[in-house]
């Protein structure tokens, strides 16, 4: 057996190594100084503009971590993200001072027990203000505007059940508590009337309206039912809407345009007339989305796809079309960006939010400067997971 003797060292060497040593304890001392305490802060949001923009995402993949995302619509920079649960649905006050999200919670995350309820969020600095419970019966589903709606001076906010039984759930934002369930069978959507905050309507499988009346504690206080309005098996129309004024537009699966003017006594039917033509119509052009249409002053902006058949409604758009409303024909045909959904700003000249459904970006175009449908004035990132629904402030 071969024994290792350390080396031995001069005392040059071994003062050396002191130094040494006593170098790595002074920075070892330093390493483990305490770093300051860090000091968490609000920082307050600029002012909202009529271009910030409110993108629901149900993140299919995980149904029970939903998101609203609040963007920049300026620069289209995210701002904030906002839980909504599992299919929550979402609308803003028509003052634009609430954000209402109407959704469902389970004490396991999955299973358990169940609790519904409506969160409400300030929009000035996006903190959570309060909740009132609602009965476990909200439609859970892709969020859509027929949904849930506020009434026209924001008293009542009016959410769609099913169970698969459909009702409406009446709540007064004021009170903050629910006033009244009122059963809609055969009916879907609540589509509050514009200049009548106690009058909502619902669309019929039957192809009618029913026209629902509140009194003014919230309660059920009468109903009546149109006449026939359009074909449900051989034309039926999207839930989506859009409103002008008093004026509601809706499209059929096949192109057929449905004005209805919500005031007065009862709604009234405009002539109906297709922007389709006969040789668009040979190559299977039809409308396809999710918020697939919007009216931008006298224009009406469709996303449509080419060979449609049974099933189709859903595509994102190939192409945009452009119809004068007056003049009722088409008059530009642009490229569709893969539109899944559309809606426009709230200012004196409004301009077109897109949603791709093909990467989730965002695009900004201006119906008056035809220019821009081609080429959009902005365009964000990719937004969310499965984002589907858009509202701007």
Not at 310 to 323: D, F, R, S, V, Y
Not at 349 to 357: C, D, E, F, I, Q
């Amino acid at each position: 057996m071969t024994l290792v003797r350390p080396l031995a060292r001069s005392p040059a060497a071994a003062r050396a190594g002191q130094v040494a040593a006593a170098a790595l304890l002074a920075c070892t001392g330093l390493a483990r100084a305490e770093l300051p305490v860090e000091q968490l802060r609000t920082e307050p949001l600029a002012p909202a503009t009529p271009e910030r923009i409110y993108l629901t995402d149900p993140v299919m993949p995980h149904l029970v971590d939903g998101r609203v995302l609040v963007i920049d619509g300026q620069k289209m920079k995210k701002l904030a993200v906002i839980g909504s649960g599992f299919s929550g649905l979402t609308t803003l006050s028509p003052d634009r001072q609430w954000l209402y999200v109407a959704t469902t919670y389970h004490s396991r995350l999955q299973r358990g027990e169940r609790t519904d309820v409506v969160e409400v969020y300030r929009t000035d600095d996006l903190t959570f203000s309060h909740e009132i419970l609602i009965p476990p019966k909200h439609a859970q589903g892709l969020p859509i505007r027929a949904l849930m709606q506020p009434s026209a001076d924001g008293r009542f906010l009016l959410i769609q059940n099913a169970t698969p039984a459909t009702s409406v759930t009446v709540v007064d934002t004021q009170a903050r508590k629910v006033t009244a369930e009122i059963a809609n069978p055969g009916c879907w959507g609540a589509i509050p009337w514009p200049a009548a905050a106690l009058r909502f309507s619902s669309i019929c499988g039957d192809g009618t309206v029913q026209t629902f009346d509140l009194d003014a504690s919230g309660a059920s206080a009468g109903a009546s039912r149109s006449t026939r309005f359009f074909d449900p098996d051989q034309d039926p129309v999207f839930m989506q809407y859009s409103l002008s004024g008093s004026t509601m537009t809706m499209l059929s699966f096949h192109g057929t345009v449905h004005r209805i003017t919500l005031d007065g006594a009862a709604p009234a039917f405009a002539p109906t007339w297709n922007f389709v033509s006969d040789a668009d119509r040979r190559q299977g052009w039809r409308p396809g989305g999710f918020q697939l249409f919007e009216v931008v002053g006298d224009r009406l902006v469709v996303g449509m796809h080419a060979k449609g058949a049974e099933g189709t409604h859903k595509n994102p758009a190939e192409q945009l079309w452009t119809i004068d409303l007056a003049a009722k024909q088409r008059v530009a045909r642009t490229p569709g960006f893969g539109t899944l959904s559309m809606t426009r700003t709230r200012e004196a000249a409004p301009k077109l939010v897109l949603l791709s459904g093909l990467d989730n970006t965002l695009r900004v175009l201006d119906p008056a400067r035809p220019a821009s449908m081609r080429k959009p004035l902005k365009v964000s990132e990719p937004m969310g997971e499965t984002p589907v629904y858009l509202e701007t402030h």
